[in-house]
């Protein structure tokens, strides 16, 4: 164990006042590939995640639910932990900023920081929003010193508190990234915060009065640590810092995986916090972008916020932890769309992966009633396709080090469209009948042995997948517990029988998932093509319909329907009756003295003998419901609809 490499791998603390979602989903799927990858790799891997507990938002968000924080704190835990085990996430621990060891670390990293003269008492000033309970930066003020959430003015307010001399670590800090330019990744990030740090670094406030539900500061307890604080050191906690020696081995052998929006807490306030307290700042930070959802920005209040669980319902795990990381690179903003996803498991998953394992175990069993061959002799396909197999890994390896996931995969699905062209290329099915069994035995066993490392590639994305495939190339084990040890080209056992079993990506039937698409989408009340369109009309033809505006006089259900009205409207220069199907809508006192457009010029028509002439519009809804058109202010009645 000591010899071995180490490699510690975080994602953030998730807030506890949200419910999981697609955003959550992402760095913690992106952390756990690497974690199982880097596993695979032999080394010592600590892989952590959990939640970030304190602070004001989390205080009003459980006040605005009739909870205590600590319930809230619990139920949201339960729904990350679920999800997690969903995902299929393999960390290796949860830490939530609540616990006790957690409190310690902080308290310890707090007093050390204080007693080396890097954390001082001194006086907080801002503008300060009073029923929000919170400052706000000049920068984000509205029109006249405002509130930008509430809108109310703001005051100026002082208070005391704790601050973190970080101007003091502005060149040390300069000077590591300086040293270390893959400190920061994608490169970008990397220029962007270095150019933030030479703008100057201020101190940091670290302590609140104003808020109760945080981390006491040790020593003067009308203050409680600030959430940021705090929450960063989650990841010292983790590796048992300071009391276990075990931090040692961890730290900072950590790469830190983050979304954009908090990268800078991470490049800047982390390691100048590090530097203070003696330790050295993490081995990387990645930051990457942000999902959109159907080229809309994600949020509650649009009612497209992408739940995880639902997703993996419908997809399945690794379908969805392929598409993640596939379809966009891990540094840069994507678009999420289920029919893109959809595209991919046909695409990628089925067509290319499912058919290769189905096309090759069938022919093994058709031909080798099910038992892998031994390998005859080698030509020219067969070494390429062995040298393939070494380059792909090797591509793998450079990509993930880059923690360029979806290069790695790409680099995946060459290898397996090699494989596939190879079957064309041999005709094994001809090579039978043609009594060549020694080239048959080569192209089935060249098959299954690039089935076998195909499996230890995907193994880290596709955990499940990769083990079916294991399986059902009747192979022992798994290849988690080989790892890429057992990556070398021909180790496959021949005599092996093999164990064909369902489908590995059944194909999704796009008619089908259309329409399950639209019922769903209309269950959550999100717009949904109706489908129903007409031939373009000229505005002639428009024209033709006479729309006026009327008003109703009077309503009388007809005797013997369920749903008509007869209904007198007043047109100004004229009164009409018009008989309608709105009864189940409308009772008729809501209806009398309502302004409508009416047709005028329809074609009379006789309802249960009686003349109506013209008809009333209305807006029909998906979900059956109806409203009348009416007018927006006062308008002579019989004003004309253009
Ligand atoms: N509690 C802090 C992190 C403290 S770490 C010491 C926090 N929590 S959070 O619950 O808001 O976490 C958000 C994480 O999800 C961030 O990494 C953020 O970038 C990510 N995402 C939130 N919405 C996202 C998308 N729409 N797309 C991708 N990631 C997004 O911040």
């Known amino acids: 164990m000591e010899d071995k490499k180490r490699f510690f791998i975080t994602t953030p603390i998730y807030y506890v006042n949200d419910v999981p979602h697609i955003g959550h989903a992402y760095t913690t799927i992106a952390a756990d590939v690497m974690a199982r990858y880097h596993r695979m790799k032999g080394e010592d891997v600590l892989f952590s995640t959990g939640t970030d507990e304190h602070g004001q938002k989390i205080q009003r968000a459980a006040a605005n639910k009739g909870m205590t924080p600590e319930e809230l704190a619990d139920k949201t835990v339960d729904n990350f932990k679920a999800l997690w085990q969903k995902l299929n996430i393999s960390n290796d621990d949860f830490v939530r900023t609540t616990e006790e060891r957690h409190h310690k670390t902080v308290q310890a990293i707090f007093n050390l920081l204080k007693g080396k003269g890097d954390i001082y008492k001194g006086t907080y000033e801002g503008w300060y929003c009073v029923p929000c309970e919170t400052y706000v930066p000049e920068s984000q003020m509205g029109e006249g010193r405002t509130c930008p959430s509430c809108g109310r003015q703001l005051e100026m307010m002082s208070e005391e508190s704790y601050f973190f001399r970080m101007s003091a670590y502005q060149e040390p800090l300069l000077k590591y990234y300086e040293e270390n330019p893959d400190a920061i990744l994608p490169e970008s990030r990397y220029n962007e915060i270095v150019s933030f740090i030479k703008g100057g670094l201020k101190d940091q406030s670290v302590s609140r009065t104003t808020i109760s539900w945080g981390i006491p500061v040790p020593g003067d307890e009308k203050h409680v640590v600030y959430v940021w604080f705090d929450a960063l050191i989650n990841y010292l906690t983790v590796c048992g810092y300071p009391d276990d020696e075990r931090w040692r081995l961890y730290w900072p052998e950590v790469r830190h995986l983050v979304g954009k929006d908090i990268a800078r807490f991470h490049c800047v306030i982390w390691p100048a916090m590090l530097l ?10 990645f930051a990457h972008g942000w999902w959109t959802v159907e080229g809309e920005k994600m949020s509650k209040s649009l009612g497209n916020v992408v739940d995880p669980f639902e997703m993996v319902d419908l997809y399945g795990v690794d379908p969805f932890r392929y598409f993640l990381l596939r379809e966009v690179p891990f540094g840069l903003d994507g678009d999420f769309s289920e029919l893109a996803m959809v595209s991919r498991i046909n695409s990628d998953l089925a067509n290319d992966l499912g058919n290769l394992l189905s096309r090759t175990l069938q022919m ?7 038992v892998v061959p031994h390998f005859g002799e080698a030509g020219e396909l067969e070494r390429d396709i062995a040298s393939m197999a070494e380059r792909s890994f090797g591509a793998v390896d450079v990509a993930m080090r880059r923690f360029a996931y979806d290069e790695a995969l790409k680099n995946i699905w060459a290898f397996i469209g090699r494989a596939n062209k190879y079957i ?5 099915w001809k ?19 690039s089935l076998r490392l195909i499996s230890l590639l995907i193994a880290p994305f596709m955990p499940d997948a990769a083990e079916r495939l294991w399986n059902q190339l009747g192979l022992p084990s798994s290849p988690q517990s080989l790892g890429y040890a057992d990556f070398r080209w021909g180790n496959f056992p021949p005599g092996t029988a093999v164990k064909r079993g369902s489908s590995l990506f059944p194909r999704i039937d796009l008619k089908r998932w259309e329409e399950k698409k639209r019922e769903r989408d209309l269950k959550k009340g999100r717009p949904v093509d109706p489908g129903e369109h007409e031939e373009e009309i000229s505005i002639d033809e428009f024209k033709k319909v006479e729309l ?3 008003r109703i006089l009077s ?19 004229e009164k009409r009756t018009i008989v309608s199907g709105i009864r189940e809508h409308y009772p008729p006192e809501e209806l009398a003295g309502k302004v409508i457009i009416v047709v005028c010029n329809l074609k009379p028509a006789k309802l249960r003998g009686i003349e109506s002439k013209g008809m009333l519009l209305a807006a029909e809804g998906h979900d059956g419901g109806l409203a009348l058109l009416t007018v927006d202010k006062d308008i002579p009645l019989g004003s004309r609809i253009h």
């Open 276 to 285: 203070a307290a003696g330790l050295t700042p993490p081995k990387q930070v």
């Open 364 to 370: 093994v069993i058709q031909f080798k009633g099910g």
């Open 424 to 428: 064309d290329e041999t005709e094994p």
């Open 431 to 449: 090579l039978g009948r043609e009594g060549k069994g020694g080239q048959l035995d080569t192209v089935l066993f060249t098959l299954c042995e």
């Open 548 to 550: 006026r505006v009327a």
């Open 555 to 573: 309503v009388a259900p007809v005797p013997g329907t369920d749903k008509l009205y007869k209904i007198e409207v007043d047109l100004g220069y």
